[in-house]
């Protein structure tokens, strides 16, 4: 049991299925007090039934204010975790990366600004951020998911450099492919690169908690992933090319 969650006041955004719900699920079971967001308001009730949390469907944009009365009044914990898998490339069209741009990062950024005067005020609040391996890395065949996961990772770290020392936590999730719709989406290129070590939504609920219990900000249920950002980082032409070589082969097998 993480004693830091007991009787939170959390919401978790996009938890009508797949990391989202197992998010809700485990932060339940650690004692939090859970509202469930989704678009689909009957997903977010099914699950917030299962759980014996509170169903606030909507636009995740636009709901903490709700979210908060159903609360209590406080939000302790925000899991900003609904995203859109965009695919594509340069050419996806502005409609695409808009809806990418506005999910994927512009949502974080308007939930932490709802959220943070209350937070910043009191010296306490935790934000949780759903990435992507592909914020740390990229993700072939898919230039706005990739684009605006890098985003939303900059955007994360930012508000843990900021406002750390004035209580405030913030955890960046990065797994690769999880077992979800999400992955079902990504088409063959999910199937190359992520479907054969994808893991269950269940195990990134669990590296997230031991990042809490460990204060961690990045947290890699995928462990490997830190070896692949260090050589990134290390010798970017090298990196880059290994890369460009997996492009190939799926575009060979397309």
């Known amino acids: 049991m993480v004693e830091a969650v007991r009787g939170a006041g959390v919401v978790v955004t996009g938890a009508g299925g797949?990391?989202?719900?197992?998010?809700?699920?485990?932060?339940?079971?650690?004692?939090?007090?859970?509202?469930?967001?989704?678009?689909?308001?009957?997903?977010?009730?099914?699950?917030?039934?299962?759980?014996?949390?509170?169903?606030?469907?909507?636009?995740?944009s636009a709901i903490i204010g709700e979210a908060r009365e159903a609360l209590g009044g406080t939000v302790d914990v925000y899991c900003a975790n609904a995203g859109v898998a965009s695919g594509g490339s340069e050419a996806a069209g502005e409609p695409v990366w808009a809806l990418a741009w506005d999910v994927n990062v512009m949502a974080h950024v308007r939930a932490a600004d709802a959220l943070l005067p209350d937070w910043l005020e009191r010296g306490s609040g935790r934000f949780v951020s759903t990435v992507s391996a592909a914020g740390l890395l990229t993700m072939i065949g898919a230039a706005p998911y990739s684009v605006t996961k890098h985003g939303a990772y900059a955007f994360a770290e930012?508000?843990?450099?900021?406002?750390?020392?004035?209580?405030?936590?913030v955890h960046a999730i990065c797994p690769q492919g999880v077992r979800t719709d999400m992955l079902d989406a990504a088409g063959t290129a999910g199937d190359l690169v992520?479907?054969?070590?994808?893991?269950?939504?269940?195990?990134v609920a669990d590296a997230l908690?031991?990042?809490?219990?460990?204060?961690?900000?990045?947290?890699?249920?995928?462990?490997?992933?830190?070896?692949?950002?260090?050589?990134?980082?290390?010798?970017?032409?090298?990196?880059l090319s290994t890369m460009n070589h997996i492009q190939q082969k799926w575009e060979a097998a397309e």
């Open 209 to 239: 908690f031991e990042g809490i219990a460990q204060d961690r900000f990045l947290i890699l249920p995928h462990p490997e992933v830190a070896g692949y950002y260090q050589a990134r980082a290390g010798d970017p032409e090298r990196w």
């Open 18 to 60: 797949g990391i989202g719900a197992a998010l809700a699920r485990r932060f339940a079971a650690e004692g939090a007090r859970v509202v469930v967001n989704d678009l689909d308001a009957d997903r977010a009730k099914a699950v917030a039934e299962e759980i014996g949390g509170i169903a606030v469907p909507g636009d995740a």
């Open 194 to 203: 992520l479907k054969p070590t994808a893991i269950e939504p269940a195990d």
């Open 158 to 169: 930012w508000l843990s450099l900021t406002y750390r020392h004035r209580g405030i936590k």
